[in-house]
């Protein structure tokens, strides 16, 4: 089945800076990534995400790429802010009924 | 709008008892699914619904049960609760290929 890899499970970066989150996925069919952010005691909450026929997105800080021949994608965080400290998670279609399979996440951290 | 909303936020089960997790969407959506977290990890899918009267398994169906027999309701129950259903469990929501909406979660011990 479907196997989502996700790197760094940790990443502290100085307020300002970027932040890079990686994802590799393993079923080829998927097509649909989004990445959701989640901050302590809430639920997931969509940041952004691609489908496969694009290769990368932007929204204001945030972008997200793609790269469907080695099967990754990664999550850019610029100008990085305090509140951007979170978990982060990707995740990747999988079957039909629109399943993902999601990545075990990132803790980011933003020092001031 | 609501959103998906789950209840209760807080539970502590004992072994072997049993127990409903309620979730409600008020964005006329097809799609539901229940998830569990286990710290550190990401989320496993334990059922899902593609409309009412529809359900089907996810990766960890095993000691759930769930029914769908209305589009806004998607309750999750333990029937004999373990040790190792100890999680948070969060229902999500969508509209066919759109993105999934959660709720904040049901924080689930069982001792």
């Known amino acids: 089945g479907e196997n989502v890899e996700q790197h760094p499970s940790t990443l502290s970066v100085q307020e300002g800076d970027s932040a890079v989150i990686k994802c590799t996925y393993s079923?080829?069919?998927?097509?649909?990534f989004p990445w959701y952010k989640q901050e302590l005691g809430k639920g997931p909450q969509l940041i952004i995400d691609?489908?496969?026929n694009v290769g990368e997105k932007k929204d204001q800080r945030i972008a997200v790429t793609l790269n469907k021949t080695a099967k990754h994608f990664s999550l850019h965080i610029t100008e990085t802010q305090p509140e951007d400290s979170a978990v982060y998670f990707c995740?990747?279609?999988?079957?039909?009924?629109?399943?993902?399979?999601w990545g075990a996440g990132t803790k980011l951290i933003i020092k001031p | 709008n609501a959103g998906v909303t789950q209840t209760p936020k807080f539970r502590i089960l004992k072994i072997g008892q049993s127990m409903t997790l309620q979730c409600t969407q008020d964005?006329?959506?097809?799609?539901m699914y229940w998830y569990r977290q286990d710290p550190g990890m990401g989320l496993k899918l334990i059922y899902y619904?593609?409309?009412?009267?529809?359900?089907d398994k996810g990766e960890v169906p095993n000691g759930y049960n769930v029914s769908r027999s209305t589009t806004e309701d998607f309750p999750l129950r333990l029937e004999l609760a373990a040790p190792s259903q100890t999680s948070v469990y969060f229902c999500?929501?969508?509209?066919?290929?759109?993105?999934?909406?959660f709720g904040d979660g049901t924080r689930l011990s069982i001792l």
């Open positions: 619904s593609v409309g009412a009267g529809i359900t």
């Open positions: 995740a990747a279609s999988w079957r039909s009924n629109y399943q993902l399979i």
């Open positions: 079923d080829s069919a998927s097509n649909y």
């Open positions: 999500a929501s969508s509209s066919g290929d759109q993105p999934q909406h």
């Open positions: 691609i489908r496969s």
């Open positions: 964005m006329n959506h097809n799609y």
